[in-house]
């Protein structure tokens, strides 16, 4: 079978791998790592400890103590557009939003070069993973959903699970089946958890195989509803009684000695117009506002818990060391200011609400705006890179890196190739350029540009310079960011034939890209 074939027969959604001679894949694997590949939902830039954050999340810090941070690593703003060029290697316009009816994904990809292709969480495509070179899946196939009943149905001894929208179900699936309105009879199901449960139960089942494996774990974790266990609320509960103006200057203070940002070209924002003043609120309020977000943060708690679960199962079975860890958002903090459920408090199943514009805010400290803009606060995640023995401990890089590097790094990492055509649907050029000379400590081709398009959020980067407009009557912005990594001061009237230029280029791009 050559490989048009085979990738054919994988995209009709078999879920038994289509195995090569095992000796070829044995004879490969000694120089291939392991891919695990873990996604936050809606989280933002500082919130986790090794980025500046309160919350804690030491398995995270680990990993960044002993790997490498990107300071500037970028997403596509927003949930579905974000995980199609991650899957893809090629920006969502050109791969058919969320249909991807474009291009082939890392799994169609590395599968036929022997890698064993596992997904646990979040997909939001609309084929599922399995009809996409993933041979074994288990999570929500929709955007969001209830933490603890993702379906319609309360179980009993429970209220009914509150929903975002109560004429629609969302859809969950397991290995090759859609379900709409999943319904886990356990009482200790929780999303986070079931993911991470799911993902070691596969890696304890394959361990005796001779093929390396990609594992890609898209959490849910902290996309509304604000939903957690009690036991992770309690840890947070009056921590943030301080507020978000003050939660801003510490984190941004922290930011700036363990090196993630430079502040003397990266000055703190000021507060979003959609945010009042902390000191202008009730008693009432700020408890009220304190719940919400120790509930947030006990969801980052909570996926980090799991993601220590992941690294524990990965050096039971002697894996660790032999595996490229990635971790990153899809966007940024979330400014919906949502609440389905405004007579109950955020935590529980019968609950379904967001955290809000003002802690959005803080989350994506120290810069502008939120999710679905393509100002810093919405495309720049945190990004850790974790390789022993490859990756050198407790290292930073300025170096831009994109979601679409994700795709030809791992193809460079597995020796893989390419392909060409596969089954009816065109096959792009890859947009992204691998990371692997970044991990190994060297200075890499960089992008002769990155793009986004959002809704009516447009922007472009080229070197050190971005050009950003949110809103099709608004006018385009222009950055330097060797002087202003957060957006502070727009150089666009200064500077009108670079404006002319870049816009230029985007619209070039957008033309040859759109769907």
Known sequence: MDRRQFLSTASVGAIAFAAAPTAVFAAKKKNRPNLLLIMADDMGYSDIGCFGGEIKTPNLDMLAKNGMRFRQFYNC????????????????????????????TFAEVLRPDGYRTLIAGKWHQKPLPTT????RYYGLADGCCNFFNPGEDARAGEGQPGRKNMNSLRRWAIEGKAIMGYTNPDKDFYTTDAFTNYAIERLEEYKGED???????????????????PED???????YKIGWDKLR?????????MGVIEPRITPLTKRDETAPAWDTLTDEQKDEQDLIMAVYAAMIDRMDQNIGKVIAKLKELGEFENTLILFLADNGGCASNLNRTPDIAPGPVESYRAVGSPWANASNTPYRKFKTTDYEGGNCTPFIAHWPGVIKPGTFTDQPGHIIDIMPTFIELAGAEYPNELDARMIKPLAGISLVPIFKGKKRKPHDAIYWQ?????AIRKGQWKLVKHG???E??????????????????KYPDRVSDMKHHWEKWYEKNKG
């Open 132 to 135: 996409r070179g993933f041979d």
């Open 233 to 239: 609320i309690a840890k947070y509960r009056g921590k």
């Open 476 to 493: 385009w912005e222009l950055y330097d960011f060797s002087k202003d990594r957060t957006e502070t001061n727009d150089l666009a009237a």
């Open 77 to 104: 703003a927003k949930c579905q557009p974000t995980r199609a060029t991650l899957l893809t290697g090629q920006y969502d316009q050109a791969v058919g939003k969320n249909k991807m009816e474009h291009g082939a």
């Open 454 to 458: 959002y809704g009516r959020s447009y």
């Open 472 to 474: 099709k009557e608004s």
């Open 211 to 229: 093929k390396p494996f990609l594992l890609y774990m898209p959490y849910t974790a902290p996309h509304y509803p604000l939903h957690a266990w």
């Open 249 to 257: 200057e510490i984190r941004y203070k922290r930011m700036g000695k």
